[in-house]
């Protein structure tokens, strides 16, 4: 037990020891990553809170685009600017709650692609396109490229496995 | 195999001793004399310090250890540990220094600093197999890594204090040193409850 204590203590000074040796050296990138791991274990409650905040208001703004579907342009997506307006908040606030998160863009694409998912059971390819924001003439094609690199899967494809009888020629 | 004996590194150790103690006595030369201050010269001056007092303790640690065989591990942990802790101490003051004299690190500074890291890593792997395996393989890894970085090292910043000696490139001047160091404790010490009874604005 106590060897174990000790390990791990070793591996604390030695960690500590690169972090001061890549700081020293003014070599960034490691330094940025270390940074972010101990931001993770010194991150309040508060900042846990206004983390859930965040996805919530993004998963919200993300389902309200699906809501009519009588679009004839794209959806307007929600930006940073306007996501830190609504909660009031600074953009290092957001920078320090969303330390151990991915990208605003990925974090949106990534709600906007779940519930596009989902509206493929009710709605027309195209039209789903339209609702995640995917409008022009290279619109559908860039979401379906998208929907495949997210779910390894055409949206048609989908469709028709929601609903056999569209694949269907009779 | 016979070549690398205790004796021999014991001869070497006491060599180096003699060595960094007059690679240190020409820095301050150079300090002192020429008014003058950089990244290398911090870097230099640290390295030595913590080489003189790796090669004071380590020998008394082990004597130490000699006498008393039944505090084995207790011992076998203050000498590992002094020695990465010394690293680590090194590289922390190397640093806070540049931060404070708002230097950036040159190539030598650079150089010792990875001195620093790989002692300590060698430092603990050897520890590491002591504490888990008990074993005894690494040991001639350990000696004759330790002393040839210890001796190159000191042979270089014994060069290098002398070309500082001879000709000082000169990046910051006594006075400069001298303001940012009391700006920094300036900034400091502000929050510190005795700065709140000294300032005059608060009048208590």
Redesign the interface.
Known sequence: ML?VI??IY?IL??S???Y??F????YVRPVMVMDRLIQCFKKSPQQALMKEKILITISEHAAKQYLDPTLTEPATKITLDVLLKELEISVNTYKLAMVDQETFHELRRKEIFKYAAEALKYHKVHTVALMAGYGGTTGPRSFTEMFKKIYNITPSELKRKHNPLNSCSI | MEFFTNHFFMVIDAYIFELELLALFLIFIVVIKKNEINSSIVAIVVSLLVGLYSLVIGPKVLDWAANTPDLKHEIR?VFY?GF??A??AG??V??KI?EVLKV??GDI??LV??M??AR??IT?IR??ER??QDTNYLELFYKTSINSINVTSTLTILCLSFMFLMKNTAPIKANKIVNNINNYIRKRTFFFPVSFLINKKWKL
């Open positions: 060897s000790i390990v070793c000074i030695i500590a020891l690169y001061n040796f700081k020293a050296i003014n | 942990f540990m990465i802790h690293d680590l590289i922390y190397i640093r540049n950036k690190p500074c650079n600093l990875l620093f890291v300590a890593s603990t520890y590491m504490l888990i």
